[in-house]
Each structure stands twice: as structure tokens, then as C-alpha cells.
């Protein structure tokens, strides 16, 4: 076992005794963000799969392959701070978009949602303010459409239903409220008008308010090209059954398109 959290500590780059003797599960700041276990904290709270609770631009497997990605990344970042700023310029969106799945969109939204945490909880501390206890979340799509399919379906048993219900809601007020949001994953197939209106709230929601939100998507916002009825959804227009709220979404939100064939299960 480890000594010190030096590795399992998101602040580690940016802490004068990462990995020293005062380097433990007693320090304040590794409580703050990962919780006494580790599973806990603004980490925790932020809902991050397991798998990407520590990833960071700089260690991130995806980082060598997508580097010219990774070097626009880093310039982005860099507008973190304006979270503490008042009136200037908002902080911009990010659409993480491939066709094929593996290519690294989710762990570098992941990374993304790291290094907010990061900037948060130290940026706050500097100021002498309180840091916030959910500075951002993480919505996986997909494991929220089935919330909501688990308390939908015709004759759903109530133990099952009503846990998922109070899931799904939890969920989309969290990734409604919180300062930045990732919504990894929003090219859905199969959903259902209800689940769609859901999603559509969300998203215009963090629109209306300028709130920062990174998409993971195999579907562009936008296809240009001619598309056939029976091969939809094409992109966010046929997903959200409206051209509207893509629009909005695309001013204020940069694309990083990410090429390469799939990493999954090449671990
Ligand atoms: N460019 C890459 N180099 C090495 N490993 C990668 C790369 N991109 C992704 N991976 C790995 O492949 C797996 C899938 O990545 P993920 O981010 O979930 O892809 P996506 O969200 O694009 O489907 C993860 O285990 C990740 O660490
Ligand atoms: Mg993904």
C-alpha cells in the first residue's frame, strides 16, 4: 500500500507536501476533494465514474494521441479562473465529438471536469471563500435514459421504480445547477419524447444561464448533408426534435473533433 496520496490525490501537482511525511488521509485538502475513503469529497460529489476519478490533462492516455486536441485543452483551461470574476466574458463550452466510440472523449471531459474541480477548490481558498461542495458534475447519458426507462416502463415493480425515479431527478437538478457540467455521450438513440424534453431542459437551461458544459457525442451538432428518415438521428437537431436549442448551443461552444481508431478494451 501507498504511503502517501501523492497518487491519489487531484491536487498533488499543485501541493508543496505531496508525498511527504504530512502527505495522509488526515490532510484537509485531500478530505475536501476526494472524502476520508477517497470515494468522497468534491470528487465524489461531482459523480465521476471510478475509472476517471484521476485523470488530469497531464496524465491522461488520450493526451499523446490527440495533442494538437490536449494543446487547445490547455489554452481553455486557462479561462478557469474567470469563475471568480464578475462580468467578464463567459467561459466557453466544449462539444468532444467522434463517430466511432474509444477515441478518448469521455476521460478527457473527465480531465476537463478535474481540473475544474481543481482551480475551484484552490482559486476559492485563495480568495478566502468557501469552496462549493458541488463545483461540477458529471451526467453519463446513458445511465440516465436508463433511469428513467426503470421507472417509465409499463408495470415497473415500485422498489424499482421509485429509487430510479429519485435518481434521475437528483441527477438532472445536479447537471441543471452546478457551475460546469459534463453530458458525456448526448447522441442518443431510442428515447422517448419525455426523455428528450429532459435532456432539451438541461441543456437550455445551462445555455440560458451561460453556464460551461462539456458534450461527449459520436453525432455532430449539426450534419449538413441530406439525410434519410429511417437512419436518424444524423445529429442534436433530430435528437432534440428541433433546430433551435443546437443553434444556441453551438455559438459559445467550440468543437474539438476527435480522429484515431478506438482504444477500448486495450488497456
Ligand atoms: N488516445 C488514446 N490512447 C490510449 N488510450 C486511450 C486513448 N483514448 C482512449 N483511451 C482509452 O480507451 C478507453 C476508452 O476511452 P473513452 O475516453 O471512454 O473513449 P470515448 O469516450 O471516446 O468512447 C479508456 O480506457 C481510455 O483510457
Ligand atoms: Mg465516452
Known amino acids: 500500500m501507498e504511503k502517501t496520496n501523492k497518487n491519489r490525490c487531484l491536487l498533488?501537482?499543485?501541493c508543496r507536501v505531496a508525498g511527504t511525511s504530512e502527505c495522509t488521509n488526515q490532510c484537509s485538502a485531500f478530505i475536501a476533494m476526494h472524502g476520508l475513503s477517497g470515494a468522497g469529497g468534491r470528487v465524489g460529489a461531482a459523480g465521476l465514474p471510478a475509472d476517471y476519478r484521476l485523470v488530469t490533462l497531464a496524465n491522461s492516455p488520450a493526451r499523446t494521441e490527440q495533442a494538437k486536441i490536449y494543446a487547445k485543452i490547455n489554452d481553455y483551461v486557462a479561462t478557469f479562473d474567470?469563475?471568480?470574476e464578475e462580468?467578464?466574458?463567459?467561459?466557453k463550452s466544449l462539444y468532444l465529438f467522434s463517430e466511432s466510440p474509444g477515441t478518448g472523449k469521455t476521460t478527457t471531459a473527465a480531465a476537463i471536469l478535474n481540473e475544474w474541480l481543481t482551480v475551484h477548490y484552490v482559486g476559492s481558498l485563495q480568495r478566502g471563500v468557501q469552496p462549493m461542495q458541488r463545483p461540477a458534475y458529471f451526467l453519463d447519458v446513458n445511465s440516465w435514459q436508463t433511469d428513467y426507462n426503470n421507472f417509465n416502463r409499463p408495470k415497473v415493480p415500485d422498489n424499482i421504480a421509485e429509487p430510479a425515479a429519485k435518481r434521475f431527478y437528483t441527477a438532472m437538478e445536479n447537471a441543471k445547477h452546478a457551475p460546469m457540467a459534463v453530458l458525456d455521450d448526448i447522441g442518443l438513440r431510442d428515447c422517448t419524447d419525455g426523455f428528450r424534453g429532459d435532456l432539451h431542459a438541461i441543456i437550455n437551461h445551462r445555455v440560458t444561464n451561460a453556464k460551461p458544459t462539456i458534450y461527449t457525442s459520436n453525432l455532430p451538432i449539426k450534419y449538413m448533408d441530406?439525410?434519410?428518415?429511417t437512419?436518424?438521428?444524423?445529429?442534436?437537431i433530430d435528437v432534440f426534435g428541433e433546430e433551435r436549442l443546437a443553434d444556441r448551443m453551438r455559438d459559445q461552444c467550440a468543437v474539438l473533433s476527435f480522429g484515431g481508431g478506438s482504444f477500448r478494451g486495450r488497456r
Request: no cysteine.
Open 12 to 14: 498533488a501537482a499543485k
Open 87 to 91: 462580468g467578464t466574458e463567459r467561459i
Open 226 to 229: 441530406t439525410k434519410v428518415a
Open 231 to 236: 437512419l436518424m438521428p444524423y445529429d442534436l
Open 82 to 84: 474567470r469563475q471568480f
